[in-house]
């Protein structure tokens, strides 16, 4: 593989596929100084992008010149390719369908010079497959952003087994570089580690709400005012540490770990009955309805600001002394 371009080089970067993700990445790259050269199949994708990108500006309280400012670095291209070859770096944000993706990155990977890494933002396909039969495979990995991808630091980055070792800390240095908390991790698990954590509890209130045992409303207020507000500064290990008392986490195992084995989860997905999905639609609406989406999204966006600048949100995360804690031993 060729010798790679330096992280602090780069300075165009390509966004291939605009939708919610792309849209995204495009206003952190561009409020970041970079120029953003961006693609999407579909007819019209610009003016879609230019109005995703102007609302995230305008919840992120950015005057109308920085604004004008950032959107100057903006260009669209009329391919695939034609965004990869003009870029020192690609976020693909195809759609998740393996051979989607597959058949887009390997249009990348044709078109990028050989120097350049490209990313794909799956949110659970082993890259492994993605990368299959890719001439530039080593070159290849995920880097899988949380949802909203302007403001959330967490970035998974996940190799597959061709993808060079140099790839991988290529990609950690650059995703720090802009501001992002980025995570390796140890294996191509489906879901990788976020999304199977998210969708274990997610799996769980469905069930409670299948069975009448809670509501939609009652599972997102308890998440919200309970664990939840933990959980944006510490991770389940860490909160059971402290759960422990003088005897930390050892001391939980000793007085909750009979409850372990106790049914607390039913672990596997509920069927998505129409009875079921019915449910939770018209319990969803019935909380949230009254409010547009873009007021909640808007809501959600004010409170994330807020929580990142009174936690401090910086590139590491530390412990309760103030001293950088070893990567990976709690999320945000």
């Given at each position: 593989?060729?010798?790679?371009i330096e992280?602090?080089a780069?300075?165009?970067?390509?966004?291939?596929?605009?939708?919610?993700?792309?849209?995204?990445w495009?206003?952190?790259f561009?409020q970041r100084g970079?120029?953003?050269?961006?693609?999407?199949?579909s007819?019209?994708?610009?003016?879609?992008?230019?109005?995703?990108?102007r609302?995230?500006?305008?919840?992120?309280?950015l005057?109308?010149?920085?604004q004008?400012?950032?959107?100057?670095?903006l260009?669209?291209a009329?391919?695939a390719?034609?965004?990869?070859?003009?870029?020192?770096?690609?976020?693909?944000?195809a759609?998740?369908?393996?051979?989607?993706?597959r058949d887009?990155?390997a249009?990348?990977?044709?078109?990028?010079?050989?120097?350049v890494?490209?990313a794909s933002s799956?949110?659970?396909?082993?890259?492994s497959e993605?990368q299959?039969?890719?001439?530039?495979a080593?070159r290849?990995v995920v880097?899988h952003?949380?949802?909203?991808?302007y403001l959330?630091p967490?970035?998974?980055?996940?190799p597959?087994r061709?993808?060079?070792?140099?790839?991988?800390s290529w990609?950690?240095t650059f995703?720090?570089?802009?501001?992002?908390f980025?995570?390796?991790?140890?294996?191509?698990?489906?879901?990788?580690i976020?999304n199977?954590?998210q969708e274990?509890?997610?799996?769980e209130?469905?069930?409670?709400?299948?069975?009448?045992?809670?509501?939609?409303?009652?599972?997102?207020a308890v998440i919200?005012?309970?664990?939840?507000?933990?959980?944006?500064?510490?991770?389940p290990f860490?909160?059971?540490?402290l759960?422990?008392?003088?005897?930390?986490i050892?001391?939980?195992?000793?007085?909750?770990?009979?409850?372990?084995?106790?049914p607390?989860s039913r672990?596997?997905?509920?069927?998505?009955?129409?009875?079921?999905?019915?449910?939770?639609?018209a319990?969803?609406?019935?909380?949230?309805?009254d409010l547009?989406?873009?007021?909640?999204?808007a809501?959600?966006d004010?409170?994330?600001?807020?929580?990142l600048s009174?936690l401090g949100a910086?590139?590491e995360?530390?412990?309760?002394?103030?001293?950088?804690?070893?990567?990976?031993?709690?999320g945000?």
């Amino acid at each position: 593989m060729k010798p790679l371009i330096e992280p602090g080089a780069v300075k165009r970067v390509a966004i291939v596929g605009t939708g919610l993700i792309g849209a995204g990445w495009t206003a952190l790259f561009l409020q970041r100084g970079y120029r953003v050269t961006a693609w999407d199949p579909s007819p019209g994708f610009e003016e879609a992008l230019l109005r995703s990108v102007r609302r995230i500006f305008g919840r992120l309280n950015l005057r109308a010149d920085e604004q004008a400012g950032h959107l100057s670095r903006l260009e669209f291209a009329g391919s695939a390719e034609g965004a990869a070859s003009a870029s020192d770096f690609i976020q693909e944000n195809a759609p998740e369908d393996i051979e989607t993706k597959r058949d887009t990155i390997a249009r990348l990977d044709a078109a990028a010079s050989p120097d350049v890494v490209i990313a794909s933002s799956s949110s659970g396909l082993p890259m492994s497959e993605l990368q299959a039969g890719c001439p530039g495979a080593g070159r290849l990995v995920v880097g899988h952003p949380f949802h909203p991808v302007y403001l959330l630091p967490l970035v998974e980055i996940v190799p597959g087994r061709a993808t060079a070792a140099e790839t991988v800390s290529w990609a950690e240095t650059f995703y720090r570089g802009i501001g992002k908390f980025p995570v390796v991790c140890n294996s191509e698990t489906i879901g990788y580690i976020g999304n199977r954590l998210q969708e274990a509890v997610f799996r769980e209130a469905l069930h409670m709400v299948e069975a009448g045992e809670a509501t939609v409303a009652q599972v997102d207020a308890v998440i919200s005012q309970g664990p939840g507000l933990r959980w944006s500064f510490m991770g389940p290990f860490l909160c059971y540490h402290l759960t422990g008392g003088e005897d930390g986490i050892r001391g939980s195992f000793e007085r909750f770990g009979a409850f372990l084995g106790q049914p607390y989860s039913r672990l596997l997905a509920p069927e998505l009955t129409e009875a079921l999905l019915e449910a939770v639609i018209a319990q969803t609406e019935g909380a949230y309805g009254d409010l547009p989406l873009a007021d909640i999204e808007a809501w959600r966006d004010e409170r994330l600001q807020a929580l990142l600048s009174l936690l401090g949100a910086d590139s590491e995360v530390v412990n309760l002394e103030g001293r950088a804690a070893p990567d990976g031993s709690h999320g945000r």
